[in-house]
């Protein structure tokens, strides 16, 4: 009975290896959120790398909550922010609230979830680079030599309500 036992647990973990294994058909890797940025305080955008895809469709989904909910909501944009991206618009964003969110990886073998990244939108504004940047050398005749230096604000930048001073 011992023997019946063993040779079919056997059996079924050689099927197991050859079916899964051989095949490269595994639970997908552990994908990792590795950048959350807001342009404007308004709108903000996480990016993440996808683990390895177990040699099957994988399909991933961003969720979050908010610190003091319980309720899970899904990423409301996958398009904006381009490939294994979340957008959050105007709509979805509160300044001085933390976001706690995960990726979920998931194929026919199996899932596999990111660790939680806690965002707060007030420490991931990054407004794009100045545009039309321009460096002079002047020499005025009788004063020492300084660089002017001129610029435009970035663009999507909200520069009315004081959250930066581009002038």
């Not at 939108?121 to 004063?143: H, M, N």
Request: charged letters at 20%.
């Amino acid at each position: 009975m011992k023997e019946n036992v063993a040779s079919a647990t056997v059996f079924t973990l050689l099927l197991f290896l050859n079916t899964c294994l051989l095949n490269g058909q595994l639970p997908p890797g552990k994908p990792e959120i590795f950048k959350c940025r807001s342009p404007n305080k308004e709108t903000f955008t996480c990016w993440w790398r996808p683990g390895t895809d177990g040699g099957l469709p994988t399909n991933y989904s961003l969720t979050y909550h908010r610190e003091g909910e319980t309720l899970m909501h899904e990423c409301p944009d996958y398009i904006t922010g381009g490939p294994n991206s979340c957008h959050f618009g105007k709509q979805y964003t509160s300044m001085w609230r933390t976001y706690i969110m995960m990726v979920n990886a998931t194929n026919q073998m199996g899932s596999s979830f990111s660790d939680e990244l806690y965002v707060d939108v007030t420490y991931i504004v990054q407004p794009g680079p100045p545009l039309e940047l321009a460096v002079e050398v002047k020499q005025p005749e009788d004063r020492k030599p300084y660089l002017w230096i001129k610029w435009s604000p970035p663009t999507l930048i909200d520069l009315k309500t004081g959250w930066f001073t581009l002038l």
